[in-house]
């Protein structure tokens, strides 16, 4: 890697078209005592966001849609 180059640069406009991002908050009921997320409510965290993605960018009714 050269000294003008760095791996933090964020990417251009452009590679983000077409990305969808919702915001999760991971709170202290989803982890066990070592703070890690346990993996059914990942499951459920990711499908909510599924769920948005539906809804605010497809613009169709997620429940229908099965």
């Given at each position: 890697?050269?000294?003008?180059?760095?791996?933090?640069?964020?990417?251009?406009?452009?590679?983000?078209?077409?990305?969808?991002?919702?915001?999760?908050?991971?709170?202290?009921?989803?982890?066990?005592?070592?703070?890690?997320?346990?993996?059914?409510?990942?499951?459920?965290?990711?499908?909510?966001?599924?769920?948005?993605?539906?809804?605010?960018s497809?613009g169709?009714?997620?429940?229908?849609?099965?």
């Amino acid at each position: 890697m050269s000294a003008g180059t760095s791996r933090s640069t964020p990417p251009d406009r452009a590679a983000l078209e077409g990305l969808f991002s919702a915001p999760v908050r991971v709170r202290f009921s989803h982890c066990d005592p070592a703070g890690i997320v346990y993996f059914p409510r990942w499951f459920d965290l990711m499908n909510d966001v599924v769920e948005d993605w539906f809804a605010e960018s497809l613009g169709l009714d997620y429940r229908g849609f099965h």
